[in-house]
């Protein structure tokens, strides 16, 4: 081929791509845009991340969803976060008061349908799978706790409340789905006797609650 021709093949070829490339906008104009998130973008790095105590280490809870390798993590009353492998580990941490650990143990062995495994006495048990099963995070403190900071977001899907001092521990909690832009935040209140399957609780948009709980807020009566 000569020069001059290949010189105009050359044009035309860049001339049909630069057609196709401003082109391929319009021929996507009718297809829907995407809806905005339901809740804040994962990746967002939560602001006071949970450091806890492991195996005589320190483990940043909201970088490690995996809790490295542990089976449960309990917020003690001195503020701290320890977690652990077994829940023999849990229940026999010295930080724990003994008087929950008595009562742990008792209720374990006397009542007619014993608290499923992992659960502690006076403290709101978050089960990562249904009918209490998976890994554990327990509450005790009031108010809200933003379980991005413990690695948890959108894992929850079955709660147990094992009261047993009701005069210091009686109340009911409030799971929240928060949402993004307009959209409003979704809550819900749990009472303390339901032992809620999150499966079970419808959600407003439809669907269930199951592995959408953003926030989880103990709220004392």
């Known amino acids: 081929m000569r020069p001059k021709h290949i010189a105009k093949a050359l044009m035309a070829t860049v001339a049909t791509g630069a057609f196709l490339f401003t082109a391929s906008p319009a021929a996507h104009a ?20 949970v450091i ?58 006397s009542l007619a349908a014993a608290p499923p495994a992992g659960c502690i006495a006076d403290y709101w048990c978050l089960f990562e799978n249904a009918n209490y099963t998976g890994r554990v995070l ?45 959209l409003y935040d979704r809550q819900r209140d749990l009472v303390s006797l339901q032992h809620p399957n999150l499966a079970n609780y419808a959600y407003p948009d439809g669907g269930n609650w199951d592995n959408k709980v953003d926030n989880f807020e103990v709220r004392r009566g």
């Open 30 to 49: 009718d297809e829907p845009t995407a809806e905005p998130s339901a809740s804040p973008t994962p990746s967002a790095m939560p602001s006071n991340p």
């Open 52 to 109: 806890a105590e492991y195996n005589g280490r320190q483990i940043n809870l909201a970088e490690d969803e995996n809790w490295g390798g542990a089976n449960s993590c309990t917020e003690l009353p001195n503020g701290e976060v320890h977690c652990y492998d077994t829940n023999e580990e849990a229940l026999a941490d010295p930080d724990l008061p003994p008087s929950i650990r008595q009562e742990t143990l008792k209720g374990a062995t």
């Open 138 to 182: 327990r509450f005790s403190s009031d108010g809200k706790h933003d379980l991005g900071e413990y690695g948890f977001r959108d894992k929850l899907s079955s709660v147990y409340y094992w009261v047993v001092r009701w005069t210091v521990n009686y109340g009911t909690a409030r799971i929240w789905d928060y949402r993004s832009g307009l």
